[in-house]
């Protein structure tokens, strides 16, 4: 009888220790997971470059901002492809032979050199409105709006520089594209003139969408700050307009 009752204990203290190590394993996985949950981790890493903020666009924002954020970091991500297909079509037109009227050579040097400056934008673009607008949608910051609102605008006018193509300026746009036919004797120069500028054109035109999304965006976060619902507008033809309760306000 004792050795039965001896065996039952330790069976009933082996189940305690499997309850316990379950218990543990569960606080682990929680633990990771706040942890990780504050852990930069963008940039990716690669190499030298180390992640330095937080970036989750599901986890940080609301649902239905969600999409016009993976949008607006879909452009950021086009606009640093864009910055190194512009340098493969300044490579391409330095590498190109020219004709035998064509100008100097050393403004396609200078072209070709200029359009490697421009991949500081990479992580100016990032700092100056990508991120500050990404804040601003995940915790409604006015300043963070502020701050994008200015950086979108030299986003618009950067992509819209780089379109034009002035020769000489490092853009390879549709100047850039002109050029090309003057001076070389191929075509692969101006096919990959006309293809980076019209891509730089749609990215611009990207911003015109951005804009009116991000000022409607911050005037919500605004009416929140100040304690007040927001009630959507009504739609066109929808029947009778909403009207707003106390302490509600229309948008």
């Known amino acids: 009888m004792s050795q039965e009752v001896t065996i039952e204990q330790v069976l009933q203290k082996e189940r305690r220790v499997e309850i316990l190590r379950h218990e543990l394993n569960i606080r682990s996985q929680r633990a990771d997971a706040a942890l990780t949950a504050v852990l930069p981790n963008f940039p990716p890493r690669f190499l030298c470059i180390r992640p330095l903020v937080r970036h989750d666009i599901v ?34 037109g330095f590498a190109s032979p020219q004709k035998d009227n064509a100008g ?86 101006t096919i990959v003139g006309i293809i980076v500028a019209v891509a730089w054109a749609a990215h611009a035109a990207l911003f015109l969408y951005i804009w009116p999304k991000m000022r409607k965006c911050a005037a919500i976060d605004q009416v929140r700050s100040l304690g007040m619902d927001v009630v959507p507008a009504p739609q066109a033809g929808g029947g009778r307009p909403a009207v707003p309760a106390p302490g509600q306000h229309a948008i």
């Not at 910051?141 to 986003?155: E, I, M, P, R, W």
Request: aromatic share 20%.
């Open 104 to 189: 100097s050579k050393s403004t396609w040097g200078t072209h070709f050199g200029v359009s490697f400056l421009y991949l500081l934008g990479i992580p100016g673009a990032f700092m100056l409105w990508y991120f500050p607008l990404y804040t601003g949608l995940a915790k409604g910051n006015s300043g963070k709006y502020t701050l994008a609102s200015f950086g979108v605008f030299l986003a618009f006018c950067f992509s819209a520089f780089m379109a034009v193509g002035i020769f000489g300026f490092g853009g390879c746009g549709f100047l850039f594209v002109v050029a090309a036919q003057t001076d070389k004797r191929n075509s692969a120069t």
């Open 59 to 92: 986890g940080d924002i609301a649902p239905e901002r969600q999409r016009f954020a993976k949008i607006c970091f879909g452009s950021y991500i086009a606009l640093c492809v864009l910055i190194f297909l512009n340098i493969i079509a300044a490579v391409i």
